[in-house]
């Protein structure tokens, strides 16, 4: 089986995703990069080891974490449903399993809001892992005269977690809030169909799903 480890090993995946991520910059947005593939691939193994899953799933769910932004290299516009092709082609090239590549692609294919859909709980564990990379570090400009709303939310965020309670009904996602860069409001403005989206994604993984900032619970 072709593991996360594996394609960690690999120049050309490596090559992809710092290409991908120099798009990104070009666009003024957020980090994309090792940082943040890597940190989706552990928190998609997090929910579904967490939840029982069969040990190949998980390792089915860091598999596309590490793979899911490399699309971002054609374009940020439909960089699910390009990445997912360019995963087909490499996890194919790498001798992966036909089942396994599938479950793959369509996971990455269905991981962003407007067009994601959690069809499977690789899929669903992606969506939360990936949503829910809220962080300071992932801003990258300096100036913070110079914020837009996007580098205003993600510098507010002092501290996230992503929990799944001890009886498995309930996945928190926690974030503690720094208000005099931004306000809850803000966060809502541009991140409410992502929130939406893990709802989806928490409920088809038999979850509820609820945003809890500054200790006050807003889903």
Known sequence: MITIEDLKKNEKIS??????????????????????????????????????????EVALAQVAGYLHDIGNLVNRVDHSQSGAVMAFRILEDMGMDPVDIATVVSA???????TGVPVNAVAA????????????????NQDKSTFDI????????????????????????????DTHYSSVMDYFEIFLGR?????????????????????????
């Open 15 to 56: 090559t992809y995703i710092a290409k991908a991520d120099e798009s990104l910059i070009a666009l003024g947005y957020t980090e994309h990069s090792f940082a943040h593939v890597c940190s989706v691939a552990e928190t998609a193994k997090y929910i579904l080891q967490t939840l029982n899953y069969p040990e190949h």
């Open 195 to 219: 929130m939406t989206m893990c709802r989806k994604a928490a409920q088809a993984l038999g979850l509820e799903f609820k945003l809890i900032i500054n200790e006050q619970q807003l889903m």
């Open 150 to 177: 996007h580098d205003r939310v993600n510098y507010s965020v002092k501290k996230s977690l992503l929990k799944i309670n001890e009886e498995h009904t309930i996945i928190k996602l926690k974030l503690t809030v």
């Open 125 to 140: 564990a992606l969506i939360l892992a990936d949503k829910s990379d809220v962080r300071r570090s992932r801003v990258r």
């Open 108 to 114: 990455i294919g269905n991981h962003d809001e407007g």
